[in-house]
């Protein structure tokens, strides 16, 4: 073929790779990105995943991938304009190079909405994808298996397609893959289909996946420790027969090494898995406690701040809510005080209010579980942030019943008596119905309840005639001497001076 002929062929392809080499640079800055939209991008660039020249179908690919990661409108038109199908048929087809790319932009698209995600599927994008798990190239897989994920990320029938498209099979062999990336990746894609309902999660159960991801809670990379964490809690979270799975792959004590990790979403990925595991049965919370688990989620609500205290808090509510046993455990653990400092200093009402929760769980069982938090004074702090005027609705609801738990356990009468002083009538009865109960019985209670001050301060409670609050106190005024009740009577001297007047006019 002549010179003359073959030149122009030449410069249209040295054109052509000039073009989307260029686009593909500058989509790379969200700056760009609306003018390129403007000028119809997307249309120019659809007939380039077929061209003849695999760099320039590559780069066509790389170009669409960064425009549709931008935003949901640019993804949107990446699936208006039909190009998906083209990027499935091609997945089959073409090198390595171009997988890579082809997965980038339908994991670009999916990773928006779960509308999009399903247009993605519907394109006949997973078993094009599920192919390239068992690509020889580890970076193959890696692209298919993030695809996989933003896929299943969305929703239950969503990670439902993944798993009958067979993809979980295949990510637990490449979990056990020596590629650092490409377990990562796949620990990530197993939590995002286990974490929607229990049939998703014995599905990668059933696959073998547990003692694999068990296996790597103590490898030395601190992101995949974090993504193995994670997907282990999303597994346990469902049911008691899965979180026994979990456990039976003999994560304890292991896994509580990781909640004093140096990588800060490590120990709250572990510290979410170990609450997983806390909230299902006494034997598990047994199991977690005997494990040094209730001391070391101790110490991490202590060196936590913020967010990352949920988790643990959580846990030390759920082992103390099964029994007295499990929550005296916490009480020698320590455990008062960080729940109490959070339940004061937190700035945010949802860690304060599962504090409060916390708290109250721990205190519900015995008298010496209340005694045991009435000398922390946590009852005043209960009360202090269900009065306040800012809580929240949830955090007054769980203060109020955190104390109501105390209160009717504790028989430690010099703890309720600075809530005679402060508390509202509504909280007030349910402490003089506590005197109520324990003074009769305890002689001594009852003579400190005089010389402490608090038997004046409940003769001066202002309680509606017939309320229950009047009951109690008329109940705890019949237990001393009539002559005792009047003297410590709020109007006791007006009435002594007016008879000394009347006795003077005599």
Not at 56 to 68: F, H, K, W
Not at 96 to 118: C, D, E, I, Q, T
Request: net charge negative.
């Amino acid at each position: 073929m002549s010179r003359a002929v073959l030149a122009p062929f030449e410069a249209y392809q040295k054109a052509r790779v000039t073009f989307v080499q260029t686009v593909a640079e500058l989509a790379q800055r969200p700056q760009n990105i609306e003018a390129l939209q403007s000028a119809g991008v997307m249309a120019l660039l659809r007939p380039l995943l077929l061209d003849n020249v695999p760099s320039i179908q590559q780069s066509a690919a790389l170009a669409l991938g960064r425009l549709a990661n931008y935003s949901d409108e640019l993804a949107e038109a990446v699936v208006s304009n039909e190009i998906l199908p083209q990027l499935v048929y091609s997945l089959s087809e073409q090198n390595r190079f171009y997988k890579k790319a082809a997965a980038y932009v339908l994991r670009s698209v999916a990773k928006h909405s779960p509308h999009l995600a399903k247009a993605v599927v519907n394109s006949g994008a997973l078993d094009a994808l599920v192919n390239c798990l068992e690509e020889f190239d580890p970076s193959v897989k890696e692209a298919a298996a993030l695809a996989l994920s933003c896929i299943a990320k969305h929703n239950h029938e969503l990670a439902q397609a993944v798993v009958d498209a067979g993809a979980v099979g295949l990510l637990v062999l490449c979990v056990q893959e020596p590629e650092l990336t490409l377990k990562r990746i796949s620990a990530t894609a197993l939590g995002e289909v286990a974490k929607h309902t229990e049939e998703l999660a014995q599905a990668v159960v059933d696959q073998g996946a547990v003692p694999y991801l068990a296996a790597l809670i103590s490898h030395p990379d601190a992101q995949l420790k974090r993504y193995v964490c994670q997907c282990l809690a999303q597994i346990a979270k469902h049911t008691v027969d899965l979180a026994e799975v979990v456990v039976e792959a003999e994560i304890f004590p292991r896994i509580l090494n990781c909640l004093k990790d140096i990588d800060v979403q490590v120990r709250k990925n572990a510290a979410t898995c170990i609450r997983e595991i806390a909230k299902q049965t006494t034997e598990l919370a047994k199991l977690i406690v005997h494990s040094g688990g209730a001391a070391a989620t101790v110490d991490y609500i202590s060196e936590s701040k913020g967010n990352a205290r949920l988790p643990g808090i959580m846990t030390l509510g759920y082992i103390s809510a099964f029994d007295d046993s499990l929550a005296m455990a916490v009480i020698v653990s320590k455990g008062i005080a960080p729940l109490k400092e959070a339940l004061t200093n937190e700035p945010e009402d949802h860690l304060k209010a599962a504090a409060a929760w916390s708290l109250g769980q721990i205190g519900r069982h015995t008298a010496d579980h209340a005694k045991a938090l009435a000398e922390a004074d946590v009852p005043a702090h209960l009360l202090a942030v269900y009065m306040l005027e800012g809580s929240s609705k949830d955090l007054k609801d769980k203060s109020k019943k955190a104390l109501k738990n105390i209160i009717q356990m504790c028989t430690h009468v010099p703890a309720l008596e600075p809530l005679l002083q402060l508390a509202p009538n509504n909280i007030l009865a349910y402490v003089c119905a506590q005197f109520a109960k324990v003074l009769p019985t305890n002689l001594d209670a009852k003579r400190t309840f005089v010389q402490s001050g608090g038997l004046p301060e409940d003769l001066e409670i202002q309680a509606e005639p017939g309320s229950k609050l009047k009951e109690y106190i008329d109940e705890i005024n019949q237990h001393y001497p009539s002559d005792i009740v009047n003297f410590y009577s709020p109007n006791y001297a007006d009435n002594l001076l007016k008879r000394l007047e009347e006795y003077g006019g005599e």
